[in-house]
């Protein structure tokens, strides 16, 4: 009989495939049913496959290029903290002057202490700048005009770049979403192909390469995978990938939600990242050495979400 349980154990029905294997697979496919089209007999699979075909990986140009747009927002969202913090930093002598040292009046601007804003993080800055403004404004006697000035410039460019931010995130979510729905058509139509293959050459299972390159996603199972992605609930840890790493393998480590995550090297399954890890914040992404993430002896990959109220999204990938 066609060799279905061969083509399809552990690929379509448990996602194993990755992006990369199924679009080199389904293109390979469509060109091995174009080749055998005798009579036009194919043509309604071939239409259907690419148009299948055309709408995934369309839409993950799509999701690619709001993805490199919310990159863009979050580098400077991260370069306006930046410019808080050394501005906190410049300010302080004026303040300690202005406002005495150690005063109640100071102490308004520094209730939690001066590192308070040296650690500042996108969930906690607003509010620090908030403080600026509105203490800056009470004390523009003072501290003068232009230490009100700095403060609400950073503060109204944090707001719109942030907002901005904010809805690049609900579009990247949504365009995953679409994506997500039109990969399950890429593979329903390459089932259906299968089947109908299956019923004409019944009894003749040497077909199955004719029309399949099952080598292609046989890459997946074959510890050649270099790519993953999930989700991870708040609060958790999970094992993105157990396997041996080389040393001096570089990882592409994508946060591509909004919660906090830690990436690491563990020994075992559901171990948190601790000390010895990668922290990559939300919608950006890190380059880094195995070697940095931990014991290269440790064979597991595991992600830590350090939000305790929100989910989050991860991808990893081998670069080289």
Known sequence: ???????????????????????????????RLTNNNTGGK???????????????????????????TQQAKTQTVDAIIEAFKKAVKKQEGLLSVKLDEGSPDYNKFYPQGKAEYSHATKSTVKILMERFVVFGAEYEAQLGGEFLQIFETLYDQYKTIRGQQLDAI???????????????VV???????????????????????VFFDQTIIRADESGSETFWEGNINASATVTIVEREFATGTQLVLRNTGAAQ???????????????????????????????????????????TNMNVNEEGRFEAEIVS
Not at 12 to 28: C, P, R
């Open 1 to 31: 009989m066609f060799n279905l349980k061969s083509l399809f154990k552990n690929h379509f029905d448990t996602k194993k495939i990755s992006d990369v294997h199924l679009e080199k697979f389904t293109d390979d496919h469509i060109h």
């Open 42 to 68: 194919y043509t309604a699979l071939i239409t259907a496959t690419q148009n299948a075909y055309n709408t995934y990986f369309g839409a993950m140009t799509s999701k690619d290029s709001k993805y490199s």
């Open 170 to 184: 609900d579009l990247t979510d949504a365009e995953r979403h679409t994506t997500s729905v039109k990969r399950d």
């Open 187 to 209: 593979e329903r139509q390459l089932m259906i192909n299968a089947l109908t293959l299956a019923i004409e050459y019944l009894g003749e299972p040497d077909m199955v390469e």
């Open 261 to 303: 995550l830690s990436f690491c090297l563990a020994p075992a399954e559901g171990i948190a990242c601790g000390e010895i890890a990668t922290v990559v914040d939300g919608m950006s992404e890190k380059q880094i050495g195995v070697d940095d993430l931990g014991n290269i002896v440790n064979m597991f990959l595991n992600v």
